[in-house]
């Protein structure tokens, strides 16, 4: 697994190859002069590319069987209404892309795909690892519930 600036990449080419067009886009609309009439049909194939993307990754899932399926999707969900709700406040005039939106639009795919993205990849390419580091996280839990009992 190799890191380009804070972009994780996992040797799964497919995925890698989407992941990095998504940030192309959210960069190259960050790096543009604002106009409305470019701004908003650039950010609807964002939010399309997006949705083919979460659309795609969410199948790979199903095909492989991964447990943590929904809890992945409902990460995809909300940041897919966050976006809609975005784009609806730019189409009534009520909000701007600003800098703001694009580092945090950049923060949650760094993020999601760092960890989410990265649990599903472990499960996919390494199953003993991945069941070893969920029996990890789960003694953590524990050993932290043990500590707050009465």
Not at 43 to 72: C, N
Not at 107 to 133: C, K, P
Request: hydrophobic share 35%; proline share 2%.
């Amino acid at each position: 697994m190799a890191t380009m600036g804070t972009l994780r990449e996992f040797g799964w080419k497919e995925m890698d190859n989407q992941h990095r067009s998504i940030t192309a886009s959210i960069d190259f609309l960050g790096s543009a002069p604002r106009h409305r009439a470019t701004d908003m049909p650039a950010l609807r194939r964002i939010i399309l590319e997006i949705r083919e993307h979460f659309d795609w990754e969410e199948s790979q899932m199903l095909e492989t069987g991964y447990p943590d399926l929904g809890h992945h999707k409902s990460d995809h969900h909300r940041q897919v209404l966050n976006l809609l709700d975005l784009y609806k406040l730019l189409d009534e005039g009520n909000e701007t892309l600003d800098a703001d939106f694009f580092a945090a639009c950049r923060e949650w795919n760094f993020r999601h795909i760092r960890s989410m993205d990265g649990d599903f990849v472990l499960f996919r390419d390494d199953r003993d690892a991945w069941d070893l580091q969920l029996e990890l996280r789960t003694w953590d839990y524990e050993s932290r519930l043990a500590e707050h009992q009465d």
